[in-house]
Each structure stands twice: as C-alpha cells, then as structure tokens.
C-alpha cells in the first residue's frame, strides 16, 4: 500500500538497505540475514499455534500497542482485539497517522519523541 511518509523518512533505514549501510561490516550484514532467515525458519514454526489473545490475557506492566494507520487489515483487527481484552496497569492504543507495518522507520522523530515520553512517564 501506497502512503505519505513521516517528513523524515528515509528508505536507506529499511531492511534490506538498511544492511548495507558502511556502520555494518560484511560480516554483521552477513548475521543480520541470516537471523531474518532463521526467524522464518525456526521460531514462525515455533508460534503458529501461539493466539496471544488466548494465551496473554494479562500483562503486568504498561503496554503501550504502537501501530500505523496503513497497518494491513488483518494484523490492525488483531491487534486491536488483543489490546482491548487485554488486562494490564496502563495501556495505551497509539496510531501513527504516517505509518504502515513499520512506524519506528516510517515516522522515526515520532516515534522517537513517544519513546522519550513514556521513558520520562516511567521515571
């Protein structure tokens, strides 16, 4: 799906550009795909019967549920199903209005300023 980014978006930040940036040596791009590799070959497996809205009805810390607008339909029902029989000590449902799947790379200054709120809300 096509959508208008946060302003400081940068594609070079996703993957798969975002292993060959000249801060990574061969060797840590390397791992990096292979550990993407290995999250599809070993734990996807591993959680196909997981439905954390049956096995996770409570958490007991704050949960903050970060999604984009332009998340696909079907993560957005689940998640927001999850979240709201979710039982916890705070929570906090967070839309990103410029976001897709990703909004840590969508709206990184967003994200970044969330992130510093709730670190000085815990302080």
Known sequence: MQF????????ASEYPMSLFVREYTLA???RGMA???ETYHVLYPQLEGTDIRI????LEVPVYLVEGRYEA????TL???????L???S???IVFENSGHTPPYDEPGHFADLMSRIQQSAQ
């Open 55 to 58: 096995d996770v009805p409570r």
């Open 4 to 11: 208008e980014h946060g302003v400081d978006y940068n594609p």
């Open 28 to 30: 840590e791009q390397l």
């Open 73 to 76: 339909a079907g993560r957005e």
């Open 91 to 93: 929570k906090e449902y």
């Open 87 to 89: 039982e916890a000590p």
């Open 79 to 85: 998640a927001r199903q999850w979240f709201d029989l």
């Open 35 to 37: 550990a993407i590799a």
